[in-house]
C-alpha cells in the first residue's frame, strides 16, 4: 500500500501543475485590477492630476511585482524565477508569497484560519454522514413505505434549500423574535471546550444538513442495489436476523460509494464555508478568501485556491487507500 500510494502522489503532481496553471490565469482574468483600485483610493485621499496618477501606477506595479509580463510573474510565484530583489522565492519553496494589501506573509494570514475552516469542515462531514448514511439505508430497507417517502422528501427538501439561505433565517429570525444571536467572537478550543464544539455546532450543523440530501440519496441507491444481490437472497435464505443481513452483509458491500463520496465531499465543504463562515462571522479561510476576492489580492487568493487543490488530491488519494480497508478484496500492486 505504501508504494501505490506514492505512485498516486506523483501521479498527482502533473494534476497539480496544471491546477496552478488555472489558478494563475483565471485570478487574472477577474472584473477589476488591484492597481486600479490602490490608485483610486491615493487619489480620493490625496488628490492630484494625471501625470501624479500615471507615477503613482507605475510605483504600485513596480513595488507588487505585476510591472513583468505575466510568465515572468507566474515563475516568480511557482519559484522557478528570482524576484526584483534576486531571491527565488516561492511555492516550491513552500513560500505563498506576500499579501498584495497588507504585505504580510500569506502564511501568517492563513495559519490562524485553517483550523477554524478545517474544523468547521469535519463537524459538517459528521453531521453529514451521521444523518444521511442511517437514513438511507432505512429508506432503502423500507423501499415505497410511507418512512420511504418521508425520508425522500426530506432529501429533497435539503437539496432544494441552500445553506447560506438557512445560516440567514437563522441569524435573522432568532434575533428579532428572542433577541438571540450566536456569538460574533471566536472560541478557542484550548479556552473553552464545550463554549468552541457549541460555537461551531449550529453553522456545521446547517452545512452538514445541507449536504445530506445526495448522501442521503446516493445511500439508499447503492444499498437498493448491494440488497438486490443473490448473496443478501442467499443470506435470507439462511434465516439470519435483520440485523446480522444489514451489518455484516449489505451495508460492508456498500461502504466503497460511500468512502468514494467522502473523499470527494470534505473539499467541497471546505470550499463550501465560504459563505457560511461570512454569516456567522468565523474567521477561517472562507471568510478570507471571499475578502481577498473583494479586494483583488491575487497572491492570497491563490494560495487559498492551490490549499483546497491539495486538499482534493490528497482527499482522494486517501479515500483510494480507504478501499483495501473497507473491502480486503482489493489488494494495490
Do not use: C
Not at 184 to 212: T, W, Y
Not at 243 to 269: C, D, E, M, S, Y
Amino acid at each position: 500500500m505504501g508504494s501505490y500510494a506514492i505512485r498516486r502522489l506523483v501521479l498527482a503532481v502533473p494534476t497539480l501543475a496544471l491546477t496552478t496553471i488555472v489558478i494563475f490565469l483565471l485570478i487574472r482574468l477577474m472584473p477589476g485590477d488591484i492597481v486600479d483600485a490602490i490608485v483610486i483610493e491615493l487619489a480620493a485621499e490625496g488628490g492630484g492630476g494625471a501625470d501624479a496618477v500615471e507615477e503613482s501606477r507605475a510605483l504600485i506595479e513596480r513595488e507588487l511585482g505585476l510591472d513583468v509580463p505575466i510568465l515572468t510573474q507566474y515563475a516568480r510565484w511557482l519559484g522557478i524565477a528570482p524576484r526584483a530583489d534576486g531571491e527565488v522565492r516561492g511555492i516550491l519553496q513552500a513560500h505563498l508569497g506576500l499579501s498584495l494589501r497588507s504585505r504580510k506573509p500569506v502564511v501568517e494570514l492563513i495559519a490562524p484560519r485553517l483550523p477554524v475552516t478545517i474544523q468547521l469542515s469535519l463537524m459538517s462531514l459528521a453531521i453529514t454522514y451521521a444523518v444521511a448514511v442511517p437514513i438511507g439505508i432505512y429508506a432503502a430497507v423500507r423501499q415505497d413505505t410511507l418512512g420511504d417517502y418521508a425520508t425522500r422528501s426530506f432529501a429533497i427538501l435539503w437539496l432544494a434549500v441552500p445553506a447560506f439561505w438557512v445560516a440567514t433565517m437563522v441569524m435573522v429570525f432568532p434575533a428579532l423574535w428572542w433577541g438571540w444571536s450566536p456569538p460574533i467572537f471566536l472560541i478557542r478550543f484550548k479556552e473553552d471546550p464545550l463554549g468552541n464544539i457549541g460555537m461551531f455546532l449550529l453553522p456545521a450543523f446547517i452545512m452538514g444538513l445541507a449536504s445530506s440530501g445526495g448522501t442521503m440519496r446516493s445511500t439508499r441507491t447503492w444499498m437498493l442495489e448491494v440488497l438486490r444481490q443473490d448473496y443478501i437472497r442467499t443470506a435470507w435464505s439462511k434465516g439470519l436476523r435483520e440485523r446480522a443481513v444489514l451489518v455484516r452483509h449489505a451495508f460492508k458491500n456498500t461502504l466503497i460509494p460511500i468512502v468514494t463520496a467522502l473523499g470527494i465531499q470534505l473539499p467541497l465543504l471546505i470550499g463550501g464555508a465560504v459563505i457560511v463562515e461570512s454569516i456567522f462571522q468565523l474567521p477561517g479561510m472562507g471568510q478570507l478568501l471571499l475578502s481577498a476576492i473583494l479586494q483583488r489580492d491575487y497572491t492570497v487568493v491563490s494560495a487559498l485556491l492551490l490549499i483546497s487543490s491539495i486538499a482534493v488530491v490528497l482527499a482522494n488519494v486517501a479515500a483510494d487507500l480507504a478501499y483495501g480497508v473497507v473491502d480486503p478484496r482489493i489488494r494495490y500492486q
